[in-house]
Structure formats: structure tokens, C-alpha cells
């Protein structure tokens, strides 16, 4: 479950920042440092009386979940869940080093790269405005003039940004200046405004095809990028943006007139792109890019490693066809993917974390203790437990909840008949369906704030309108699945 004041936003995105630790009264800090010092001494007695395997593997990520929901940074909260498994592993300095070294190998760690990638394809969008070009035709090709299309094509613009991107918000922090004044001449109240930003960059988080989790479900359930959409994320987008065509009017009708519109200041023009740019040959250079990658993608089979190569070639090409000078693109590319350092570091700890609960194999004695009960569930209730359990479970990075619950529960769903397809929609709505509730998360926050509005129960009440179809649609989906 996302906690809006210490994880990080959906596949590393760069929403609002988590409240410091300076920020929080001294009460909080106390309560988060003394949790995190308990933790690690209970983590050393245990590692001397104990040997693996053993139920205090558990420990580490008990301790995670603790000090990512009670504010501690999530970068430093991994750290201390890292160091209680070390001291409940009690490694030699060597194996220490064998550990950190076999972790930039691991799938979650490439992920991270990942996601420093995308940031850099993302600010070379920018600067070419090739962003801005694709909310722009989306709106001249939907149409504008009426509150209906709008809806549909601030959505879809949305949509498309964000899967282009793999980013929430930063996909919707380049078209909310695109998009406000359009929606601000046609009267929609800023709580309205949110709902269609939110609304359509969660179908294309969804459908993203190098978004760090899509990637993680794809190599999980062992599937392509074309199975992922068919059965996943593809009747997610559609039921996102038929919901939204009804959620969004109802929305306005309870908001107008409420003090909740658009002063003219506040929606003022972007400034045009910098001289010497090409904005065009940028947008079309990334479009055929994108879209030949994807191809090859889904005809090869092409797994995690894939995306590696495919965005620094998309950002290459594109600003190149954007008129930038190489050295320019570097910097760009570079810049953009610097601005996620942290979260490249976020997965790394993790996949250290992860080898270490490996070996401290808390999940083989649990497995002996309710294997049978589990293994005894019929198919569709054992996915619907594991569906729900990521819900409300692990918070942090959804790519690390797809990881662990693949870890924990792949081989069992697999041995009782849970095929790839099924599994697909139960890591899908694991990890992403807490995007759209029950509490506030950093991507409602930041889609929140992009479009000016300050009613978080108006956005609350959104996703969950949302929530409650996608769960009978999926649910519908697996019965006659499984």
C-alpha cells in the first residue's frame, strides 16, 4: 500500500517529494529512529541465537513495511531493512561483497536502470517539445470544442504521455501546462481537471511498455508485451477511460460553482520551445522509435534487458531529429537519468535485500507451515488472496512487489494450475490497483497538485469509482481463466 509521506511514486517517478525527516516533530523522528534501533538490535540477537532456515527472515521485511509507513524515507528505510538482514545472516565481510556484487545482476537492479533511462528519455521530450506535441494532436484529433471530447482527449493525451514515458508524474507535470487552459476556457472545475489527468495517466502507467513494474510483471509471469496488454493492462486502459467519461461529468456536476474554478492567471500559455529546435521531426523521430521498439519487442520476445538498449536509442534518435547536437543529447540523456540516481540506488538496496531473505529462507518454513493449507484453495481463491495481499501489503516500489510476491507465491500458483495469464492479472492488480486506493498515494497527490486542486477526498472517491468495476471486470476475467 502507498503511503503518500514516504514512498516513493509509482516505477520512480518524480511526484511530490517525501516529507524529511527534519520536517516531522521531534515525537515522529523519535518514533521512527527508535523502531528503525529496535529493529536492528533484535535483527543482531536473533542472528547469533539463530541459523537459517528461519521465521525471523521475516523480520527485515516486517521492519520495511514499519518504517516506510511511519515516514521514514524509503531509500533509508530499504538500508536498515538491508542491514537487519545482513545481521540476522551474520555473513563474512567477503560474502557481504559477494552479495552486493551478485545484486547488480538481479532483474529488480535493471529495473532501476531502467527507470534512470526513462527519466533521461523524458527530458529529452521536453526540450525538443515533442511532448508537447503529442498532447497537442491528441487534442486536435479528439477536438476540444465541447466538454465531452474534452474529457476523452485530456485523457488520452495523458494516457499516451505517461506510456511513452513510463512516468506518472512526470508525464502529466509536461501536459498540465498544455492542457489547463484548455480545460479552464471550457469551465471544468479544478477537481474535474484531476480526475482526467489521473484518470488517464494511470491507464498508461498501466500500459507502459519499459515502466519499471510492467517490466517486472512481464518477466514474472514469463510473458510478452503483447500478452501483458491483452489480459492485463489493456482492459484496465479501457475500463479506466469508459469510467472516466462518466466519472468525470459527475465529478463537475458536484464541484462547479463551489469555488473549486480556474483563476485566469493560473492558466496561462506555455512558453514556445527554445529557438533551433525541430519539433516536429522530434515528435515523429520518437514516435517511429517507440513504436518500432515495441514491435520488436513483441515479435522477439525480448525480455528485461531489452529496454537497456531501446531508450538510449529512442532518446538518441530523437534528439538528434530534434536538432540538438550529440554532445547536447548526452547531456540531456544524462541530466534526466541523473534526476533518478535515488531511485537507482532504492533498487539496488532491494535487490540486496531480497538475496538476503533469500538465504535467510523465511518463506520455505512458511510454505511447510500452510503449503498444504494454500496449496488446498481452489485456484480462483488462492489468486484473489495473493491479488488482495499485494493490495494492502508491501509498500515502496511496485516493481519490488511484483518481485516478492513472485518470489513467495510463482512456484505454488504455478503447482496448483495458476497459468501466466491469470498470473499477469494477479501481479497487475496487485501492484497497481493501490494507485487508485483506498488511501492517498504520491501519484493521486501529484496528479492532484498538477492540476491546481487542493480536494484530495474528491480524488479519493475517483479511484475508487474505479476500483470497484476493474475489481468485478478482473474478477470476471479469472473465473473463466481459471
Known amino acids: 500500500m502507498s503511503n503518500p509521506s514516504s514512498t516513493p511514486p509509482d516505477d520512480g517517478t518524480d511526484a511530490p517529494a517525501p516529507v524529511e525527516q527534519g520536517r516531522q516533530s521531534p515525537l515522529k523522528r523519535g518514533l521512527i529512529s527508535g523502531t528503525g534501533l529496535a529493529g ?12 537459517p532456515p528461519t521465521l525471523w527472515g521475516l523480520l527485515p521485511i516486517a521492519l520495511f513495511a514499519v518504517l516506510a509507513l511511519i515516514g521514514m524515507d524509503i531509500l533509508i528505510a530499504t538500508a536498515v531493512a538491508v542491514l537487519s538482514g545482513l545481521l540476522l545472516l551474520m555473513p563474512s565481510p567477503a560474502a557481504i561483497g559477494d552479495l552486493f556484487g551478485a ?49 476523452l482527449g485530456v485523457m488520452l493525451a495523458c494516457l499516451l504521455l505517461v506510456a511513452a514515458l513510463g512516468t506518472l508524474a ?3 507535470a509536461i501536459a498540465a501546462p498544455l492542457l489547463l487552459p484548455v480545460v479552464a476556457r471550457l469551465g471544468f472545475t479544478r477537481s474535474a481537471s484531476a480526475a482526467m489527468m489521473f484518470i488517464g495517466g494511470s491507464a498508461g502507467l498501466a500500459l507502459a511498455p519499459f515502466a519499471g513494474s510492467n517490466v517486472a510483471i ?19 486502459a479501457i475500463l479506466s477511460i469508459v469510467a472516466g467519461m462518466i466519472i468525470v461529468p459527475w465529478v463537475q456536476r458536484r464541484t462547479v460553482d463551489t469555488g473549486d ?16 529546435i ?10 517511429v522509435t517507440l513504436l518500432a521498439c515495441v514491435g520488436y519487442a513483441i ?3 525480448a525480455g528485461t534487458t531489452f529496454p537497456l538498449v531501446a531508450l538510449p536509442v529512442i532518446a538518441i534518435v530523437t534528439g538528434l531529429a530534434g536538432g540538438l547536437p550529440a554532445i547536447k543529447v548526452a547531456e540531456h540523456l544524462i541530466r534526466g537519468a541523473a534526476s533518478q540516481v535515488k531511485m537507482f540506488m532504492l533498487f539496488w538496496l532491494l535487490a540486496v535485500f531480497f538475496l538476503a531473505v533469500d538465504e535467510l529462507k523465511p518463506f520455505d518454513v512458511v510454505l511447510d507451515m500452510f503449503g498444504t493449507e494454500l496449496g ?3 485456484p480462483l481463491v488462492f489468486v484473489a488472496v495473493i491479488a488482495m495481499l499485494g493490495w494492502v501489503g508491501v509498500p515502496g516500489a511496485t516493481a519490488a512487489q511484483v518481485v516478492l510476491l513472485d518470489n513467495v507465491f510463482g512456484s505454488l500458483a504455478a503447482s496448483i494450475g495458476v497459468g501466466a495469464n491469470a498470473w499477469v492479472i494477479v501481479l497487475l492488480f496487485a501492484s497497481k490497483i493501490d494507485t487508485y486506493g483506498p488511501f492517498p498515494n504520491a501519484n493521486m497527490v501529484g496528479a492532484m497538485g498538477l492540476a491546481r486542486s487542493a480536494n484530495l477526498r474528491n480524488l479519493l472517491v475517483v479511484g475508487w469509482l474505479v476500483i470497484i468495476p476493474a475489481t468485478l471486470m478482473y474478477a470476471a476475467i479469472l473465473f473463466f481463466e481459471l
Open 40 to 51: 536492528i538490535l533484535i535483527s543482531l540477537v536473533a542472528g547469533i541465537l539463530t541459523q
Open 261 to 276: 474554478e480556474y483563476d485566469a492567471l493560473e492558466v496561462a500559455e506555455p512558453p514556445p520551445v527554445m529557438d533551433g
Open 103 to 151: 545484486s547488480l545482476s538481479e532483474t529488480i537492479t535493471m529495473i532501476g536502470l531502467i527507470i534512470m533511462l526513462g527519466a533521461g528519455v523524458g527530458e529529452l521530450l521536453r526540450v525538443t517539445g515533442a511532448a508537447d506535441s503529442i498532447v497537442r494532436a491528441v487534442l486536435r484529433v479528439v477536438g476540444h470544442t465541447s466538454r465531452t471530447r474534452a474529457i
Open 299 to 301: 515479435v522477439t520476445g
Open 218 to 236: 512481464m518477466t514474472a509471469a514469463e510473458v510478452g508485451y503483447l500478452q501483458y496488454v491483452l489480459y492485463g493492462a489493456g482492459p484496465l
Open 170 to 172: 512526470g508525464a502529466l
Open 376 to 378: 488446498a484453495l481452489p
Open 278 to 287: 525541430r519539433r516536429g521531426p522530434a515528435t515523429i523521430a520518437f514516435t
